[in-house]
């Protein structure tokens, strides 16, 4: 038997063969693109009265004519052009070319199918080039060259959808990133390389039109950023009334003037999930995540299910902003000090000021203390992410009952099912993308935030509650549940009966 390697019949070699195939390969996908390209202008030019109408002698008796049999069909098969695509009639495709859309709905792909050729991307190489871009676009000319699953804008694609839909937006528009690069420079430091660190964003995210310029223009992709970074001033009611007692003080750098406005460099991150990290960080199967949010998101990305080679995900969920007050490259300068606020969103409280539990003053809070820190000659950081933790109607049963701190997470279990869904897992890979590394003034009472930041080896020196005068008095139901749960406190723990005590206002007790 001939070696690995060595000469076949005719004289060609294994090498041969193989660059033979992958030549095949890639003529059959540029014939694949050419033909969607041309497809799709047929489906824009020819005039509705043109469109054929379906041949009934050809047609199926069966009721499930035209039915998908499978809950994933495939139209990028350019050796079966019908597979897994649904069969339009002469209705669909009028719909479809009002609509500017083609007439085919691809509804998914497989792994080394004909025309499928992902762009390279190895999660966790030493630079970018290497690493390779994220590329999530289903615009025609991207489509076949996608190495992720999802969409940019988390939550707010669905908002580009009905653009589209309603033919606000060009399907084919392009972003002119003329000027539109970082407003300060971040990195690059090791972690940014670091499979096990950041599995959550992608750290290179800020820089992709730029770094992948040459991959868009040859390849004619459509790659994006991920991360916007700006300045900004910031004002906030509370800020003024910091200033006329004392707390904070006007330097014309972070503090610019009596009303308490500040100056602010803001880094705006979308969510970005490495699949295999993520499921390591919660301690499952990569198989079994990709089975849940296939599922539990009604199916809406077959992908995960059928692109077991496509190891990125863009979910359809809330990103988080960093708001670094002062120097932004103190935050990693291991000699400054960093006081920091990890903060998850609360609408009701952080926006519109509701008393019934402690976010905004400790959001308030926590951005004193950081600007406090950065007019000292450190860092400054307050990070904002966008998740609601609990479902209102929590609140109901709760004033509707006797809304006592021993029932708390009680209530919250008997609707949501768990105390909080919060997940802070992946909360520190932000931490590592700007390059802490330790964390002098944490600026959090929850246990969740800080087993997560040290269990990803960034040392936290101090923990910092929330003063007792900053604290509603409705709110005293929630901070005395989550202290006797295991928040931190330097104060005293109530037992069983002192917490039935801790009672919440009825509705009852305010006229509607």
Known sequence: MASSGSGMDGGVSMADVLQALKAIQEGQSRLATEVDTLSHRLDVLTPSSQVPSPDLSKASSSPLAGI????VQTALTASEPDAGTTTPTSKDAVQAQKSGFTSRIILTTYPKQIGINPLSLHWGAPDPSSRGPVVVSRSSSTIRRRNAIGAHGGSYSIYFALALASKQLNVNHRPDFTNTDPAVRIG??????????????????????WLFADIMEQ???????????????????????????GRLVPDGKVCLNESGELAVTKFAVEPVWYLPGVAERFGIDEGVLRRSLFEHTGGSYPELITRGDIKVFLPPIGGLTVYCFGDPAKMSDEKCRLALRIHDECNGSDVFGSDICTCRPYLIFGIEEAVREAQNGGSGVVIYFRKEGRALVVYNARKRGEDRASDYFKRTENIAGVKDMRFQALMPDILHWLGIKKIDRMLSMSNMKYDAIVGQGIPIHERVELPEDLIPADSRVEIDAKI??????????MTADELRAVQGRMWEDIDH
């Not at 998908?68 to 809950?71: A, E, L, R």
């Not at 090791?190 to 750290?203: E, G, H, N, S, T």
């Not at 991360?227 to 009334?241: C, G, R, S, V, Y």
């Open 188 to 209: 690059p430091f090791p972690q940014w390389c670091d499979k096990k660190k950041i599995v959550a964003m992608d750290p290179w995210g800020h820089l992709a039109p």
């Open 484 to 493: 006797t749960a295991g928040y931190f406190t330097t104060g005293h723990r």
């Open 68 to 71: 998908p049999t499978s809950p």
């Open 219 to 245: 390849d004619n992709v459509d790659i994006r950023p991920t991360i916007a970074i700006t300045k900004a001033h910031m004002k906030l009611p509370e800020l003024e009334e910091s200033v006329r007692k």
